[in-house]
């Protein structure tokens, strides 16, 4: 079995800045790619940045600048840092993963259950 488990959230000011963290954990042979994604209330999940394994990153463009996706494959962590937040940045934040559980299968998307973000104006 594989976990994501996000950590970081809660309640900021605008302007303020958070620190988002998912590790994943389980049978784990390899990670590749690593991501940020947020729903809003009554709002469609949205992407918001990926990195690979070698550390390539990518963002969409209400974030760029602002936020910025990391990760430590010793740890199989992945964050984002969250700085210059808007009451628009409110939202559940998810990470994800595509993880290979074992040898000479395909990664596979595995998600993690949510981190709450409420910035207030």
């Known amino acids: 079995q594989v976990q994501l488990v996000e950590s970081g959230g809660g309640l900021v000011q605008a302007g303020g800045s958070l620190r988002l963290s998912c590790a994943a954990s389980?049978?784990?042979?390899?990670?590749?790619?690593m991501g940020w994604h947020r729903q809003a209330p009554g709002k469609q999940r949205e992407w918001l940045a990926t990195?690979?394994?070698?550390?390539?990153?990518n963002y969409v463009d209400s974030v760029k600048g602002r936020f910025t996706i990391a990760r430590e494959n010793a740890k199989n962590t992945v964050y984002l840092q969250m700085n210059s937040l808007k009451p628009e940045d409110t939202a559940d934040y998810y990470c994800?993963?595509?993880?290979?559980?074992?040898?000479?299968?395909?990664?596979?998307?595995?998600w993690g259950r949510g981190t709450q973000v409420t910035v207030s104006s």
């Open positions: 990195i690979t394994r070698g550390g390539t990153t």
């Open positions: 994800n993963a595509d993880i290979a559980v074992r040898r000479m299968v395909l990664a596979a998307p595995y």
């Open positions: 389980g049978s784990i042979v390899s990670i590749s790619d």
